[in-house]
């Protein structure tokens, strides 16, 4: 026996697998809405004009590959702590925030998760049922037991408040809660300022312990408006988690650019705080990397840049929401008689479309068309070119 013979072969990942039937899939007009990536109107991953410029200007620099310091760059950390609270909010010069740059929104959360995870003996992580898939799988990797909360109600497709505050009400003192503080994956269904209210006081009285995951920020409603969730646990002074993560926003899906933020109850706790961060990290990857760091770091200080910037995401999220708004009217016109207006209502790159796994299942085997088993479709993967079929297939399916 060798000593890898006993490895079983581990389960295959759902959306892997949707790519691998999609790609082996030899009809023309086929279309995969299973992705979790923007696409634009040519349905390709765009290089934004901002980043194009700040790595043109950094290639220009020649400049040496020193390591960063554990924590990553400082003006990248600080950039950062400006979108999520505000470049004029008070916590800036509090001394009660840390931030580290992170491999990603999914590094964020790991460190996150280990840093916790030596914190306290406090073993339980809710997540919102349902949830990004990988949270369940990457805090029970962590050590955590994860149990669900009530989020998603199929019968309004909207939000199950009542059901949301009492699950939370009855986590055990000292849980981690994982809250997706705008453009919910899977459901782009979002909590309003007084929802976020609400929950607030549960986590507050309760004192569970919040994290919160900004992955979308800025395809929203704007860059402020998606971080009011942050700003009101901020205000709350609550101590509490962020894992950003530019991948979709920079459109830097590969340069894994996130960073884990956390706030302080007071300025005192920062540094044990921070040097206990720095030991989960050195002794994982040591230290993170430059180039992606740098280019949203000369994007977010650079007035003109930042601008384009925001230019290029409001493009984003309104291509977005011009095909949500184009697919309830093709599904209307191609005879779908249930409410779907609810896909308008939606934020994000996601819809719960409603669809049922064998209505997935037919949509693929007659159409071509792939999405994912929970009927999750990615709105950003349709196009001009290919919404009427995805609307007819639908539709077809749906009757
Ligand atoms: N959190 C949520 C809710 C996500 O949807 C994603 C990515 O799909 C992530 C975190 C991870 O982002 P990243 O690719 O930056 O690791």
Redesign the pocket.
Known sequence: MSLFSPVELAPRDPILGLNEAFNADTRANKVNLGV??YCNEAGKVPLLRAVQAAEEARVAEHAARAYLPIDGLAPYDLAVQKLLFGADSALLDSGRLITAQA???????KLGADFLYRLTDKRTVAISNP??E??RALFEAAGYDVVNYTYFDPATNGLNLDGMLADLDALPEGSVVIL?AC????TGVDLSLADWAKVIDVVGRRQLVPFL????QGFGENLEDDAVAVRLFAESGLPFLV?S????SFSL?GE???ALTMVTASKEETAPVLSQLKRVIRTNYSNPPTHGAKVVAAVLTNPELYAQWEDELAEMRDRIRDMRAALVEKLRAAGVEQDVSFIQRQRG??SFSGLSKDQVARLADEFGIYAVGSGRICVAALNTSNIDAVATAMAAVMK
């Not at 995951?213 to 979308?216: M, P, S, V």
């Not at 993560?245 to 979709?248: E, G, I, M, R, T």
């Open positions: 979790g990536v491999l990603g929104g999914t590094g964020a959360l949830s990004w990988n949270h997706h453009c919910h994956n899977p995951d900004i992955a979308y894992a993560s530019f991948s979709k899906y894994r650019v996130g790159m996601f």
